[in-house]
Nanobody, 119 residues
Framework: QVQVVESGGGLVQAGGSLRLSCAAS????????IGWFRQAPGKEREFAAA????????NYANSVKGRFTISRDSSKKTVYLQMNSLKPEDTAVYFC????????????WGQGTQVTVSS
């Protein structure tokens, strides 16, 4: 069983930055992927970024590519999402998720953290 807990959300002005953290606990398979998703009011949840725990390979949605950076600290079992050049359309609840490997569904979800970008 894997548990993930997000932190680091808040209110920021457009053009600003925030860093989200996702602390993982439990037994992490070596091929585990950790991802960030977001859900804006009235919209479906969408993928933002993901990283493989073992190799650190990353993947980004086009909407955040070049502005967001996902990284991991294995010693702390934590994944970070550094968000720069934030836009009002980045306002959403951000969720951390984990899956055992890249072909599995996203199985473990956190409760989410609110990010609000004011114009």
């Amino acid at each position: 069983q894997v548990q993930v807990v997000e932190s680091g959300g808040g209110l920021v002005q457009a053009g600003g930055s925030l860093r989200l953290s996702c602390a993982a606990s439990g037994r992490l398979p070596s091929a585990v992927n950790i991802g960030w998703f977001r859900q804006a009011p009235g919209k479906e949840r969408e993928f933002a970024a993901a990283i493989t725990w073992s190799g650190g390979d990353t993947n980004y949605a086009n909407s955040v590519k070049g502005r967001f950076t996902i990284s991991r600290d294995s010693s702390k079992k934590t994944v970070y999402l550094q968000m720069n050049s934030l836009k009002p359309e980045d306002t959403a609840v951000y969720f951390c998720a984990a899956r055992p490997n890249w072909i599995s569904s996203w199985r473990y979800w956190g409760q989410g953290t609110q990010v609000t970008v004011s114009s």
